[in-house]
């Protein structure tokens, strides 16, 4: 059992390549934490630096009490899952779960409790003679994640490890993951650049760009309350609508977009004082934009816009509308059936409105978490 600690963390490739900026973060013990963000943001450098198979150019990493910058990646108490498995095709199931500890020059019945453990927690006891070639590919994944239970770390660290699996998979692989984090008790952290898998894997998230940390917290926090205008437009599917405009010189509180205004809730105001007569966005996610006859009790204003598009899902339905240059998305339960025809009186709820400041891109609104 252990926490990992992030203080001032640097990587510099050569070539002045900046990977990662200055990291500060604190995993606590049996924490989930994943690491998210676009290709290239510097999530898997982060983890190889934890890991070890990749040097800190500045800062320190501790695991539980102790600085382990030069400590060998062997001896930090981590396991890794690759997103590629790295399975030895020539040895079967167990032989690859056993490998590491004969290296450890474990005993072989401890060996063998392990291994057995790991393939009954794993549902892989079937295929203990197998080789990695006769699996499907949410086998070999768990093969690969048994690799790392047998060593009983103190620390999971998991790089993208559902990538190469279909949908569907990856969807019951989530699942599995969740239940062996649950059942195991040990702090893991975990790459990903697929935002629904850190929201519901993580207890934490950590959002990153640029190699820099945008935002960590608890996953509906970071929906709620994103820090800034990339978290906004990162985290949500689909994504926050965000409109140009600015805060009125005179009101605060008056947003002036190019196609409607908005008064925004009082609770607002001390926010927004500092911005008046400024450049923002104003951001709205899309089940916050109701239809005519859906709104809140209460809520009087409203945007016009005419549907461009829809994608019925089933349970609900994508409505893609425009009102001039202004295009926008609204969720709408399709078992109303609505109408979504001719001219759209469309109610934003506008207490979970965010404005960002444009130059910035900081959410002015947030709450302090
Ligand atoms: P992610 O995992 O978020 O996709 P990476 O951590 O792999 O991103 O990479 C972060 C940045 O560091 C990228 O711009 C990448 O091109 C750069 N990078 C990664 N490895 C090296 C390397 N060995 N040498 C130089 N630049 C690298």
Sequence with gaps: MADVTLEGIYKI????????????????????VVLVGPSGCGKSTTLRMIAGLEDISKGTLKIGEKVVN????????????FQDYALYPHMSVYENMAFSLKLRKFAKTEIDKRVREAARMLELEEYLERKPKALSGGQRQRVAMGRAVVREPSVFLFD????????KMRVSMRAELADLHQRLQTTMIYVTHDQIEAMTLGDRIVVMKDGVIQQCDAPLDVYAFPENEFVARFIGTPPMNLFDGALAADNPLLFKGNTFEVTLPDSMKSALQAFAGKKV??????????????????????????????????????????????????????????????????????????I??????KNITKSPS
């Excluded at 993208?160 to 949908?167: C, R, T, V, W, Y």
């Excluded at 109303?336 to 001219?343: A, F, T, V, Y």
């Excluded at 960002?356 to 891109?361: I, K, L, Q, R, Y």
């Design 13 to 32: 490739y050569p070539g002045d390549v900046t990977a990662v900026r200055d990291v500060n973060l604190h995993v606590n013990d049996k924490e989930f």
């Design 70 to 81: 030069d400590v060998n990646p062997s001896n930090r108490d981590i396991a890794m899952v």
């Design 160 to 167: 993208e490890p559902l990538s190469n699996l279909d949908a």
């Design 281 to 354: 966005l104003f951001g709205i996610r899309p089940e916050d934009m109701k239809l005519e006859g859906q709104q809140d009790a209460g809520s009087e204003q409203s945007l016009s816009a005419t549907l461009h598009m829809k994608e019925t899902l089933g349970n609900e339905l994508i409505a893609h509308l425009r009102n001039g240059d202004d295009q926008f998305l609204c969720r709408i339960d399709a078992h109303s059936r609505p109408s979504l025809d001719g001219e759209l009186k469309i109610y934003p709820v506008l207490e979970r409105a965010h």
């Design 356 to 361: 960002f400041d444009a130059e910035s891109g």
